[in-house]
């Protein structure tokens, strides 16, 4: 399985950028989504960013790859879910 991580940029020149998520650092190559600005976001994939992300998909992104983790190990990922849970109870 494949995973992209959600990464803000912090600097570019254009073709590489310098980004940070989910508590690491990496430069990305820009070259498949064109220049993203200081503060864009975007789904890296093996240090390739694979498209521009809006600010409102980064925390579903990584509430999914926090539920991916924590069910490997056995855990609870009801409150990474509320809505959808609380979604389902009201339901008719």
Known sequence: MCL?????VLETDGILARCTGRGEERM???????EVPAGGWVLVHLSNAVRELE??????????????LL????ENTDHLFADLIAARETAP
């Open 4 to 8: 992209g991580i959600p990464m803000q």
């Open 55 to 68: 600010a409102d998909e980064v925390a579903p992104l990584n509430d999914a790859l926090d539920a991916i």
């Open 71 to 74: 069910s490997a190990r056995g």
């Open 28 to 34: 990305v190559n820009l070259l498949l989504v064109g």
